[in-house]
C-alpha cells in the first residue's frame, strides 16, 4: 500500500471529522452470528484438520469464508457508514492462544485489512463516496492492571510487555494491509490501552508512517468509571500524551448511553464532553433517545456508532437522523422532536381525557 494514499486517505479522514457527523460501522459479531456457520465453515479447507475447534474465532473468517466478512463491510457501508472497522477485534496473540492460532496473528490482520480495504475501494468506484478503514485493535482477553485470583490480588497474567509486542504484530499488519486509521477499541483497563499506544506509535515511527488514533473507552455503568476503576478524566490525562486525534466514551450498562461514542477534537474539550455527558448518563427514568438528541444538540458529536447488535438498515435510520439533527443544529435552524410511537401514545391519551 503505498504511502502517500494511506496518508491523503487519512488527511481526508480528518477533515470530513471538522466538517460533519462522520459514521462508523456496527457490530461484526452479531451480523455474523445471523449467518449460522457450521465448525467446517469457520475451518475451511486450510484448517480442517486444526487440532482445536475453530468455531466461535471470527476473526478467523477473513481468511476462510471472505466474502462474508465482505458482504457484511458492503452492507455498512451501502447503510451510509463512512468508516467500517477491520474483523480484528480478537486478531491478537493473547486471545488467538485459546485457539493455538498464535502463529497467525500477523496473517489475520493483514488479510482482514485487505478486505476491508478492497471492499471500501469498490463502494467508493461504484457510489463516489468516500470510505475510510479503522484497524481495530481490541483489547485482548486479560488485563494487566487487575488480578484474575480474588485470593490474590497482586498476581497478574500478562505483562506490559508481552502486551506491547502482541499489539506491535498487529498494529504492523493492520498499517501494511492499507488502514487508514488506527482504533483501539473497547478499553476497559487503562494500563492495556496505554501498552495499545506505545506499540501503534512505536510501530509507526518504524514504518515512517503517519496516521490518526481512536481511542474507544469502556464506561461500564452510570459510575462513570472504566473497569479498572478510572473515571473518564482519569483516563484521558493517563493517554493524552500519545496524542490521539479522536478520544471517545463508550457507555454500556444500566443508566448509560448504551453504544455511541461521544467525541471531541480538541484536547481540552474532550474531558469536559465526556463529564458533563457522564453526568446526564446518570439521570434516572430519562428517556434515551431524548439524551441522544440533547448530547447531539448540544455537543456536536463528530463520530457515531450504533450498539453492539443493530443491523446496518436499523442503524442507517437512527444515522440519518442524527446527522440531520446535526446539520440543523450548525445551521442555526429548530431542531424538530421525532415522533416516536411512545410520544403518540401519549399525545392520544391526553386527547381522550
Known amino acids: 500500500m503505498p504511502k502517500r494514499q494511506q496518508a491523503a486517505r487519512a ?116 457510489t463516489g463516496k468516500a470510505c475510510f478503514v479503522a484497524g481495530a485493535l481490541g483489547p485482548t482477553s486479560r488485563t494487566a492492571s487487575l488480578s484474575p485470583d480474588v485470593n490474590d490480588p497482586g498476581f497478574r497474567n500478562i505483562s506490559f510487555d508481552e502486551l506491547v509486542a502482541g499489539y506491535s504484530q498487529a498494529a504492523r499488519a493492520l498499517i501494511e494491509g492499507g488502514v487508514d486509521v488506527i482504533l483501539i477499541e473497547t478499553v476497559f483497563d487503562t494500563l492495556n490501552a496505554k501498552a495499545a499506544l506505545y506499540a501503534v506509535r512505536a510501530v509507526l515511527d518504524e514504518l515512517e508512517a503517519e496516521l490518526p488514533i481512536i481511542v474507544s473507552g469502556t464506561i461500564s455503568d452510570a459510575s462513570g468509571r472504566t473497569l479498572s476503576g478510572q473515571t473518564t478524566e482519569a483516563f484521558w490525562n493517563s493517554i493524552r500524551h500519545a496524542r490521539p486525534a479522536v478520544i471517545a466514551s463508550v457507555h454500556r450498562g444500566a443508566g448509560a448511553n448504551r453504544g455511541y461514542l461521544r467525541v471531541r477534537l480538541s484536547e481540552r474539550g474532550i474531558a469536559e464532553c465526556i463529564r458533563r455527558i457522564r453526568r446526564n448518563s446518570a439521570a434516572d427514568g430519562r428517556d434515551l433517545r431524548r439524551i441522544r438528541r440533547q448530547r447531539v444538540r448540544q455537543y456536536g458529536g463528530r463520530l457515531l456508532r450504533d450498539h453492539p447488535g443493530t443491523h446496518p438498515r436499523r442503524g442507517s435510520r437512527r444515522r440519518r437522523a442524527a446527522a440531520a439533527r446535526v446539520a440543523k443544529h450548525r445551521a442555526g435552524l429548530p431542531i424538530e422532536r421525532p415522533r416516536t410511537a411512545s410520544h403518540r401514545r401519549k399525545q392520544l391519551v391526553r386527547q381522550c381525557r
Do not use: C
Open 11 to 126: 488527511q481526508a479522514l480528518m477533515a470530513l471529522l471538522q466538517e460533519r457527523l462522520v459514521i462508523l460501522d456496527g457490530a461484526m459479531g452479531t451480523m455474523i452470528q445471523k449467518h449460522a456457520l457450521s465448525e467446517d465453515q469457520f475451518r475451511g479447507e486450510r484448517f480442517a484438520a486444526w487440532r482445536s475447534d475453530l468455531r466461535g474465532n471470527n476473526d478467523l473468517l477473513s481468511i476462510t469464508q471472505p466474502s462474508v466478512i465482505a458482504a457484511i463491510h458492503r452492507e455498512y457501508l451501502l447503510a451510509g457508514a463512512d468508516v467500517i472497522s477491520t474483523n480484528t477485534f480478537n486478531s491478537n496473540a493473547v486471545s488467538q492462544s485459546d485457539y493455538g492460532m498464535q502463529s497467525l496473528v500477523g496473517e489475520l490482520n493483514q488479510a482482514a485489512a485487505r478486505l476491508a480495504r478492497r471492499v471500501a475501494d469498490e463502494v467508493t468506484a461504484e
